[in-house]
Nanobody, 122 residues
């Protein structure tokens, strides 16, 4: 059983920064991909970022490119999302996800965390 637990959400003013973390536990393929998604009220869940096992490959959603950075520490089984220049439209529940296949995907993930709320005030 794989578990993902997010932390680091909260309330921040527009223009500010926030860092999310997600700790992975349980049995996983060593070449898994980790990703972040978000879901705003009344909207579908959308892709934010993903990172390969080695960290050499990353992908970002268009709305966060240049502002968010994904990274991982495999020794700590943790993936991070550094969010800078936050906007009110970044307000959402942010989910960590794990994909057992080694290639980055914008949609297909096998395990999900419970989510952490990020609220950006104007």
């Amino acid at each position: 059983q794989v578990q993902l637990v997010e932390s680091g959400g909260g309330l921040v003013q527009a223009g500010g920064s926030l860092s999310l973390s997600c700790v992975v536990s349980g049995r996983t393929f060593t070449t898994h991909v980790l990703g972040w998604f978000r879901q705003a009220p009344g909207k579908e869940r959308s892709f934010v970022a993903a990172i390969s096992w080695s960290g050499r490959a990353t992908a970002y959603g268009n709305s966060v490119k240049g502002r968010f950075t994904i990274s991982r520490d495999n020794a700590k089984n943790t993936v991070y999302l550094q969010m800078n220049s936050l906007k009110p439209e970044d307000t959402a529940v942010y989910y960590c996800a794990l994909r057992e296949a080694p290639s980055i995907s914008y949609t297909s993930y096998d395990y999900w965390g419970q989510g952490t709320q990020v609220t950006v005030s104007s």
